[in-house]
T-cell receptor
Framework: AQSVTQLGSHVSVSEGALVLLRCNYS??????LFWYVQYPNQGLQLLLKYTSAATLVKGINGFEAEFKKSETSFHLTKPSAHMSDAAEYFC?????????????FGTGTKLQVIP | DTEVTQTPKHLVMGMTNKKSLKCEQHMGHRAMYWYKQKAKKPPELMFVYSYEKLSINESVPSRFSPECPNSSLLNLHLHALQPEDSALYLC????????????FGDGTRLSIL
């Protein structure tokens, strides 16, 4: 079974600093990986997805992630944090199981941005 | 703006009430999902509909009853819920295929008295 592990349930950064949210995956086949963001009282919004076309994936709001097979990682980065980036971030892996798409989410990382 | 619309946004109900949650999408997606999300946790899959047929029921209690009237609508009927059922209920939709992202609504915040 595929899974993802997010290291760090809480990450605090200063406004303008680098954001790095970690995600490692476990999969026996090339995975389809996603990063979602959830703002308070809202649903999940897709930030970016990896589907094997390119190892460096650019997403919305200045975020990007790099797929590293040798490290089984898909870390999310942003060069300069904004206050509006404060939210919960979920890494996810997708597979077809029993004929339907099954998405397995990581436990989430809450990003705090300090002014 | 979310492309998946859920109503109501908030719902408070007693344990003996019957209510329904509604979800609508007009993106032509043929797969639709119900998730339950407790505070500070990731979403947990409840049901999957594919081409308007129930594909997966992740061992959800029968007090939750899903319905897919057509390809754009998904309902979740609630009856005799328990306090532990209080949570954010999220609807999502996607195109077929494991490389397709799911599109989420903003959810219904459900509180059981």
């Amino acid at each position: 079974a595929q899974s993802v592990t997010q290291l760090g349930s809480h990450v605090s950064v200063s406004e303008g600093a680098l954001v790095l949210l970690r995600c490692n995956y476990s999969s026996s086949v090339p995975p389809y990986l996603f990063w979602y963001v959830q703002y308070p009282n809202q649903g999940l919004q897709l930030l970016l997805k990896y589907t094997s076309a390119a190892t460096l994936v650019k997403g919305i709001n200045g975020f990007e992630a790099e797929f590293k097979k040798s490290e089984t990682s898909f870390h999310l980065t942003k060069p300069s944090a904004h206050m509006s980036d404060a939210a919960e971030y979920f890494c996810a892996v997708s597979d077809i199981a029993g004929g339907y798409q099954k998405v397995t989410f990581g436990t989430g990382t809450k990003l705090q941005v300090i002014p | 703006d979310t492309e998946v619309t859920q109503t109501p946004k908030h719902l408070v109900m007693g344990m003996t009430n019957k209510k329904s949650l509604k979800c609508e999408q007009h993106m032509g997606h043929r797969a639709m999902y119900w998730y339950k999300q407790k505070a500070k946790k990731p979403p947990e899959l409840m049901f999957v509909y594919s081409y308007e047929k129930l594909s997966i029921n992740e061992s959800v209690p029968s007090r939750f009853s899903p319905e897919c009237p057509n390809s754009s609508l998904l309902n979740l009927h609630l009856h005799a819920l328990q306090p532990e059922d209080s949570a954010l209920y999220l609807c999502a939709s996607s195109q077929e295929g494991s490389n397709q992202p799911q599109h989420f609504g903003d959810g219904t915040r459900l509180s059981i008295l």
